[in-house]
Every structure is written in C-alpha cells, then in structure tokens.
C-alpha cells in the first residue's frame, strides 16, 4: 500500500476508534494498559545485547513512526521509536516492525501488538496483530548521533531501528555493490589496505581492526537485490552521473538496520561533495619525454567463440569491453604499454593482442605494435602479460625474452622483458612487464595459507618471483646489457609485503612511495585502497625517472559501470553504460614519465615527497588530482607548468 498521510486522516481516525473500542481504552488516554496487556518498552525488547531476551513473546508496543519502508519493493514495514527512553544507553529504543498491510506515515504516533522476532540478527515484531494510529504529526525523536571511529564492535547494537545522524563529513570508501544491493560504505577519511602502510603482522592486525570500526553502510530502502534504480547518488547512478569512492558525504539522517552488517537507511536528503575525488577524463600529462603505462585489462579475451573462459560471455558485450579499454589505452598517450589479464592465445592475426593493437590503431594517428616473444604463448594459464608499443617513438632492440623456470614454472605468470631505443635520442631501457600470483587462498596449504599477517595466501610464492625475476634480469636476458630496467605490472602485493621488499632490499625503488606518498593506490578491496599495480625501476633507472601517477578510472567506480550485462535491467544496460574509460577494468593504470636524457627531478623528488603527508590546502589551480590537498603529483604539475 501506498500512504497518502494527507487524506488519511479521517480513515486513521475511525481505525483508532474502532481499535481502541475493542481494548477499552478512548484513544488519547493516558494509560498503559489495553486489552489487560502492559505495555512493554521497546528497549526492553531490544535488551543490552545482540538478540531480544523476550523473542517468542507477544507484545505491545507504543512508539513514533521514524522509517516508513513499505513500498514497493522496499522493506515491507517501518521503524518505530520510543520518545520516552530509558537510562540505560546500551539499550535501543527503535524497533522494525514487519508489516505492509497497515497504512501509517512518519511522524505517527501508533500502538502495536505484535510477536517478538530475531531474523538474521535484526530484532523485530512480527507478525503484527494489530496497529492504531494514536496520534498524527508528532516530532520525531533528536536523531542519536554516530561518530567514526566507533567504540567498540557493539556500539551500534544500541542504536538498532532508531534515527540517526552521521555528524561527520565522512569519506565514500567502497562502491562495489552499489548497483547490487544499493549499498555503499562510508568512513572517518580513506581506509588504506593495512600493508599497504605499515608493516606485516601486528601492525597489520592493528590497523584493520581499526578500519573495521570505523566504516558504516549507507543502504537503500530496498530489499531487492540488483535495484533500478539505484537512487545514490541522487537522482539516480549512471555511467555519467557517478558515486565515487573519494567522494564525501554530510548530513546523512536515517534508520539504523542491521541486515549483513549495519546501514543507515537515509529518511533525508544529504549533501555529496564530488570535488573530494572527481573524475579526471584524461590522465595528467606526465613530466618526462617518454611515457611508460602499466594496465590491467581484466579478462580481455576475443573470442571467436563466447561464451569464453574468462571475460565477455556475448560478441556484444566483448564490443561493449573493447571500446572502454581501447579508450583508456588511447587516453595514456603512452609509448610502452604493459598488459595484464590478456588472453593468452598466441600472436596471430586471431589473437587477443593483435585485436587490441588493431583497434587502437584503428582509432587514432598512433600506431602500435606489440612485442613477440618468438614462443606459441607466454606459459600455460588462461592469462598472460603483454607489451605493446608505439613505433613511432621506440623501437625494440635485443631480444624479447621471458622465463619459465622457478617461481614462473607454475603459479606465477611467466615475465615478459624488451630492451627499447629511444628513437628521438638513441637511449636504451628495458621494460619488464609481470602479472604474480593472486591472493586468492585455493589449494593454499603450509606456509602459502594465510599466516594471518595481513599478506593473505601465496606470499612465499610471490616473494620467491621477486627473488628469481631479480636474478634472471642480473642474467642480461635481453641481451643488451643495459642498467635502466623498469619493472611493471600487477603484484598482488601491498607496498609492505615481502615480495616488494625484496626489490627495495636490492636498491630497486618503489617509484609510487616517493612520487605519489603513502596514500597512494590502484586497488580497493572490501573498502581498503592500495596499490597491488607497480612502477619499480632500477639504481641506474632511478634518477631519470621524472613522474609517477594512477590514473584513478576503475577502482574507484561502483562495479555495474563496466560492459556486462549481467544483473541488470534492459535500461540499465543502456544507462549504466558508456564507452569512456570509466570503470574499463578493476585496477587503476599507473602511468610514467622517464626522461632519459637528464636527472631532471630525481634530486628533488624526496624532498617533495614530503608534502603529499601534509594536510595542505591546494589551490584549484594547481590541485590535479582533486582532494583539496597539495601534494607531489600537484607540485610535479605546478612545476611542469612553469617549465612549459
């Protein structure tokens, strides 16, 4: 049913009467009896702990309505709430009562009787017996305030089913689901992945219980999964009108629920700030002369046949697929393009990377090509690496080699390493391109299972590639001899972990650390932002690096902006989707600036890195990437401008 508090009233009224005839009691007495039932208060049916002590047992209730979900496809009742408390702050005086057949609107004052009931860790009444609208347009309860971080893990348990503001301006920290569930999670500022910031073990473990308290849910009234639409931002998610990771939030008044976790349902407008993350449609121009990028495509694979093993399941949506990761490609303007996730079918006319070098040669002036390792495929998985490169700028010298052995004989994608020219000044470098083992824990056992220091499962795995790719490249595997060596690719490791501290340990630099800071990332996972996507370049290497940046078009965007299908609408398939680089793949390019000419910025650089730990104001002019804050990646700017 659909509540029209305006023209209601009289029908409520007769309701009451007829109600209240049957319990003896006139509506608007003052007493608390009905029927010879006491009226119990709603925080003693909450108690002081996780369930109701009094589930099983009928009850009635008196309370103001502060949520009405009923709805269509919304929760199928409503909220009510005492507005006479008792002194005991552990306990809740909000209920969810489990009904749509009863016409009442917020700000109703309603007598219930009804069963006491746990579902799923939400305490509840139902079924209902009866409902009477005592009272109409009554003022809501004062709002119980939330802070971040909480307390404790059970702080919130006391405010279950009242309302409740978020009195902080509060940071969107994870948009995986929004298009799912219509959820999204906030936090007191960005939740950095632990070991992407402290070291392993304790530290980690200390971090992440800290994250763990200080996020909460925003969620929609709905109890469908894959809504339409999903109404944040408002008036509606599209693939241009997008709810960021980054973004902040204020004023955010609701109900409490617990279903899967906690989440305020909003009975309110609140205010986003997109200006904290917005989107950039094109990279920054990086600060050097040659350009060097690092992609994760996420499972592109063409075909012919689909479904395929990975990736698109339709020839539409592979198009749909195509187009966005040809797009960013394009937009990197880079002259070396490490691949990860590609298919790993070979390289002829029918292969997934000839495909994408034929559609980025057919978009634009730049021609591309890719480098052939002279083998059938790069190992045995699904995926492998790629190097693309436009010929214009660089031309390969030596030999494209790989390795199989060691770390690379199983788990571990198999490297891909290219000596190029630097054709406008005949300098030589060497790409290698890497895609290590993920952190996915099947047939994880021993030492590789999750030691529960935040690495998760296969880190001696990874680590022992660091180890073995380290020596092979001291190896002279491309034949060159050459000291400008620039390790990319997808680690599966934060910037703590072992693995990376095997390169920093051999006087190789983790270029994100000193370029972007601490806060810098290319991933989120479960709401924690990292960087698992890597620039690592070697002792000679390192000081004609000139910049180094992620652009953030993928991880930050909520996952139904990508090309599938699946779990959406036949209008959303329309509407969430655009062939802008938006949400192309799950990781974030990072891009570099090389110059290999001079040690233009090398010297400067640590000491400007700095700046990025400082809550500084930036100017709009000089702010590149958003957040209101100067960094390095804004100095770099700031100076380039000046050089320009």
């Known amino acids: 049913m659909i509540c029209n508090c305006a023209c209601k009233k009289l029908f409520w009224a007769m309701v009451t009467i007829v109600f209240f005839s049957f319990s003896g009691v006139a509506p608007g007495m003052k007493g608390n009896e009905v029927s010879g039932t006491i009226l119990v208060a709603i925080s003693a049916i909450q108690g002081d702990g996780k369930t109701s002590p009094m589930v099983g047992e009928t009850v009635t209730i008196e309370g103001i309505v502060v949520g009405d979900f009923q709805e269509r496809n919304e929760l199928k009742g409503f909220f009510v709430q005492s507005d006479t408390p008792d002194d005991d ?125 200080n996020q909460i849910m925003i969620g929609d009234p709905s109890y469908k999964q894959n809504p339409d639409p999903v109404i944040f931002p408002h008036p509606g998610l599209t693939a241009d009108h997008s709810l960021r990771s980054g973004h902040e939030i204020e004023n955010v008044v609701g109900v409490l629920r617990y279903s899967y976790g906690y989440q305020v349902h909003p009975t309110e407008p609140f205010d986003i700030y997109t200006n904290s993350n917005p989107r950039h449609p094109e990279p920054p121009i990086p600060f050097g002369n040659l350009t060097v990028a690092s ?28 187009d966005k990761i040809i797009q960013a490609i394009s937009l990197l303007h880079a002259d070396v393009v490490g691949l990860m996730e590609i298919e790993n079918d070979g390289f002829d006319e029918n292969s997934a990377i000839q495909d994408l070098v034929n559609g980025l040669n057919e978009k634009g002036t730049r021609t591309f090509t890719f480098v052939n390792p002279g083998t059938y495929t790069i190992g045995s998985d699904e995926i492998t690496v790629g190097m693309i490169y436009y010929v214009n700028r660089v031309e390969e010298i030596g030999k494209a080699a790989t390795i199989e052995t060691g770390a690379f004989a199983g788990m571990n994608r198999q490297p891909l390493a290219q000596s190029f020219k630097d054709i406008h000044s005949n300098e030589v470098f060497t790409v290698v391109v890497n895609h290590f083992k993920s952190k996915r824990c099947n047939y994880a056992k021993g030492e590789n299972a999750d030691q529960g220091d935040g690495q998760g499962c296969w880190n001696p795995v990874r680590t022992q590639a660091s180890i073995d790719l380290l020596e092979w490249l001291n190896s002279d595997p491309t ?125 400067i650089t640590r000491v400007l890195q700095v700046l990025s730990d400082f809550d500084v104001r930036a100017l709009p002019s000089w702010d590149v990437n958003g957040d209101e804050k100067i960094g390095l990646e804004d100095v770099l700017n700031m100076l380039q401008s000046m050089v320009e």
């Open 295 to 322: 992609y994760n495509v996420l499972n592109y694979f063409n075909g012919p046949d689909f479904p395929t093993t990975r990736g698109a399941n339709t020839k539409e949506e592979f198009i749909r697929q195509r």
């Open 89 to 213: 702050p552990s306990t809740s005086e909000g209920i969810f009562v489990y009904d749509d057949d009863f016409e009442v609107c917020m700000g109703d004052r309603v007598r219930i009787v009804g069963d006491v009931k746990e579902y799923k860790g939400l305490t509840e009444i139902a079924p209902v017996n009866a409902v009477a609208v005592i009272e109409k347009e009554v003022p809501l309860p004062e709002a119980a305030e939330i802070r971040l971080p909480l307390s404790s893990d059970n702080e919130l348990e006391s405010y279950e089913g009242m309302r409740v503001k978020l009195t902080q301006r509060l940071t969107v920290s994870d948009v995986y689901n929004l298009g799912r569930y219509g959820q999204f999670t906030v936090s007191n500022g960005r939740l950095m992945n632990p070991t992407s910031v402290v070291a392993p073990g304790e530290e980690a473990q200390a971090l992440d219980e800290q994250n763990d308290l």
């Open 479 to 603: 034949g060159e001899n050459d000291p400008d060596i620039l390790i990319i690719g997808d680690l599966n490791a934060y910037a703590m972990e072992d693995p990376i501290q095997v390169f920093e340990q051999n006087d190789y630099v983790n270029l994100a650390c000193p370029f972007i800071g601490k806060n810098a990332y290319s991933y989120v996972y479960f709401g924690q932002a990292g960087y698992l996507d890597y620039a690592i370049s070697s002792p000679h290497l390192t000081p004609f690096i000139s910049s180094v940046h992620y652009w953030h078009i993928n991880t930050d965007e909520p996952k139904c902006l990508d090309y599938n299908v699946e779990y959406k609408s036949n209008a959303q398939i329309e509407y969430y989707y655009s062939d802008s680089p938006f949400r192309s793949s799950d990781h974030d390019p990072v891009v570099i600036g090389l110059d290999l000419k001079q040690k233009s910025m090398w010297p």
